[in-house]
Structures are given as structure tokens and as C-alpha cells.
């Protein structure tokens, strides 16, 4: 049982930067596809980020590009999100998700596990 647990959040102001990170427990990061979503209040859980589980392949939300970085430390098995230009549409729950030996679509219905989410407020 794959246990992942978000870092990172909170409140910065429009242009500031964030780097929040996946922490896994009981598995291989190396091994796993791993996306990051994101809920605003109201509205539907949304698509960010994500890579293939060899990081052949990164994706990317068309409203993220540019700004956002997707990376992996398999040593310390934690992903990151580097959010630069942030802007306060980007604020949000903040969720990992991964699959083993998944190819890291931005379906959520592909991840197996996810963590608890951690909160980015972006103020105007």
C-alpha cells in the first residue's frame, strides 16, 4: 500500500513561486507514474501535471505550461511541483497521485493512490 503525503502549501502572493512536494511511502517512486491535480472550491478536480513512471514522457495542463515544473528525486522517492507566475486561478487543493508502471495520462481515473492534498491560496 502506496502512503503519499503532500508539502508545501500555502498562501503567496500573484508572481510568487511554490514548490510543493509528494513524499511516498511503501513503494518505489521510480517504479510509479505520478500526477498532480488540483480542486478550487466549487469547480471539478483538475489535471496539472504528471510524467510516465520511467519520465520518458512529462504532461502538462495547456493553463500550467511554462510556469510549472513537474521533477523526482527517486533518493528521497518524492516528487515535486515547481509553480512559478503563480496567479490566483491557481489557487486550490493541491493532490499527488500515482499508479504503478503507469504511463501518467491526466485521467484521474488512472491513479491507484493519492494523498491528502495541501492547500495554495495565490492573493491579487
Known amino acids: 500500500q502506496v502512503q503519499l503525503v503532500e508539502s508545501g502549501g500555502g498562501l503567496v502572493q500573484a508572481g510568487g513561486s511554490l514548490r510543493l512536494s509528494c513524499a511516498a511511502s511503501?513503494?518505489?517512486?521510480?517504479?510509479?507514474?505520478v500526477g498532480w491535480f488540483r480542486q478550487a472550491p466549487g469547480k471539478e478536480r483538475e489535471f496539472v501535471a504528471s510524467?510516465?513512471?520511467?519520465?520518458?514522457?512529462?504532461y502538462y495542463a495547456d493553463s500550467v505550461k511554462g510556469r510549472f515544473t513537474i521533477s523526482r528525486d527517486n533518493a528521497k522517492n518524492t516528487v515535486y511541483l515547481q509553480m512559478n507566475s503563480l496567479e490566483p486561478e491557481d489557487t486550490a487543493v493541491y493532490y499527488c497521485?500515482?499508479?504503478?508502471w503507469g504511463t501518467g495520462r491526466a485521467q484521474a481515473t488512472q491513479y491507484d493512490y493519492w494523498g491528502q492534498g495541501t492547500q495554495v491560496t495565490v492573493s491579487s
Open positions: 511503501g513503494g518505489t517512486f521510480s517504479n510509479y507514474a
Open positions: 510524467f510516465m513512471w520511467n519520465g520518458v514522457f512529462t
Open positions: 497521485a500515482t499508479k504503478l
